[in-house]
């Protein structure tokens, strides 16, 4: 077997406020100190965690109150709050928020990748919006990283519906997909995430307001926690049980659909 790489993933589970940032920021201190005291090294909160996901609102949405929650990943905003935090307590962040277009043509459904010690080693775009999201600019990169922890890929929410986001994900090197998210809370996540753990041998970390779900690389459900009250799912697993078994016998040259 190989050598061990393990890693402490903390999921946060906890149904965020509309509209209420500030009240949501302190919601996510509160678990993400209680994630590091029981050795979380990266700590990954639901979609658009700190606005509530206000695209979803059906009663007081408006251009101006949306453009008003959106934030930049520089400046004095939460996503500084965030990196501050990474950096005290030593630990990896995917934070879920809504993040402002640079160029103010509107903004992103985005999380971030904050390493621990507080830099920003990306930001990831929702790439698939369906019609309640349409209020955000689509992505149109699906990034991996490398740090210290493992390679770290990021889809959120409904990109996990389309196989093509996950393997591609896998074939820039991804060992860990963080899948922040909020909508459809049943029993389909179950498979669907097992499926695509499944068929690319890598670890998922299905992170919803009301369950946290980590699948692995054959697979199998390492680790579950539902629930309405906030709470953090800790667990650890082996990014060394990673395979590409099946990913050495895929056939491309039988796949062009040109």
Same mark, same amino acid.
């Given at each position: 077997?190989?050598?061990? &790489?393990?890693?402490? /993933?903390?999921?946060? &589970?906890?149904? $965020?406020?509309?509209?209420?940032?500030?009240?949501?920021? +302190?919601?996510?201190?509160?678990?993400?100190?209680?994630?590091?005291?029981?050795?979380?090294?990266?700590?990954?909160?639901?979609?658009?965690?700190?606005?509530?996901?206000?695209?979803?609102?059906?009663?007081?949405?408006?251009?101006?109150?949306?453009?008003? =929650?959106?934030?930049?990943?520089?400046?004095?905003? *939460?996503?500084?709050?965030?990196?501050?935090?990474?950096?005290? !307590?030593?630990? *990896?962040?995917?934070?879920?928020?809504?993040?402002?277009?640079?160029?103010?043509?509107?903004?992103?459904?985005?999380?971030?990748?904050?390493?621990? %010690?507080? %830099? !920003?080693? %990306?930001?990831?775009? &929702?790439?698939?919006?369906?019609?309640?999201?349409?209020?955000?600019? $689509?992505?149109?990169?699906?990034?991996?990283?490398?740090?210290?922890?493992?390679? =770290?890929?990021? #889809?959120?929410?409904?990109?996990?519906?389309?196989?093509?986001?996950?393997?591609?994900?896998?074939?820039?090197?991804?060992?860990?997909?963080?899948?922040?998210?909020? %909508? #459809?809370?049943?029993?389909?996540?179950?498979?669907? #995430?097992?499926?695509?753990?499944?068929?690319?041998?890598?670890?998922?970390?299905?992170?919803?307001?009301? /369950?946290? !779900?980590?699948?692995?690389?054959?697979?199998? =459900?390492?680790? &579950?926690?539902?629930?309405?009250?906030?709470? /953090?799912? /800790?667990?650890? =697993?082996?990014?060394?049980?990673?395979?590409?078994? #099946?990913?050495?016998? +895929?056939? $491309?040259?039988?796949?062009? !659909?040109?």
């Amino acid at each position: 077997m190989a050598a061990s &790489k393990t890693v402490r /993933v903390c999921l946060v &589970k906890a149904v $965020p406020e509309k509209w209420n940032l500030d009240g949501n920021w +302190r919601l996510f201190e509160l678990l993400a100190r209680r994630a590091a005291e029981g050795g979380a090294q990266i700590i990954c909160t639901p979609e658009c965690f700190l606005d509530g996901y206000v695209t979803a609102a059906k009663e007081g949405s408006s251009e101006e109150r949306f453009a008003g =929650i959106s934030q930049t990943l520089e400046g004095d905003g *939460y996503v500084t709050l965030v990196r501050e935090l990474a950096a005290e !307590l030593g630990v *990896y962040v995917v934070f879920g928020f809504t993040e402002l277009d640079a160029g103010g043509r509107g903004a992103y459904n985005a999380a971030a990748l904050i390493d621990d %010690g507080g %830099g !920003l080693v %990306g930001c990831y775009h &929702k790439t698939h919006l369906l019609d309640h999201d349409l209020k955000y600019l $689509p992505g149109d990169d699906l990034p991996v990283w490398e740090t210290e922890l493992g390679r =770290i890929g990021i #889809m959120i929410c409904a990109d996990r519906r389309w196989p093509e986001v996950a393997r591609t994900l896998k074939c820039r090197g991804a060992e860990l997909i963080m899948n922040p998210t909020y %909508g #459809m809370w049943h029993l389909d996540n179950e498979w669907w #995430m097992r499926t695509r753990s499944y068929e690319n041998e890598l670890f998922i970390c299905f992170t919803h307001p009301h /369950v946290s !779900l980590i699948t692995g690389p054959k697979g199998q =459900i390492c680790a &579950k926690l539902e629930g309405d009250s906030p709470d /953090v799912l /800790v667990h650890e =697993i082996n990014l060394a049980e990673c395979a590409d078994v #099946m990913f050495r016998a +895929r056939r $491309p040259d039988v796949y062009d !659909l040109s």
